[in-house]
């Protein structure tokens, strides 16, 4: 069965916060943190560790 990155993410994370239930502003930091990321010059060295 393939399922959809974001569609595992979300369900991650939904979980996550239900169980965990971290503070609202380390959810803001992580995911503000995660899409700049995604967009700088790091790009190229995460890819290659996910994959």
Do not use: H, Q
Request: proline share 8%; aromatic share 8%; charged share 10%.
């Amino acid at each position: 069965m393939n399922v959809p990155l974001w569609l595992a993410l979300l369900a991650v994370g939904c979980l996550g916060v239900k169980l965990i239930r971290p503070p609202w502003w380390l959810i803001a930091v992580l995911l503000l943190g995660g899409y700049l990321l995604a967009d700088s010059v790091l790009a190229p060295v995460i890819n290659t560790a996910v994959k």
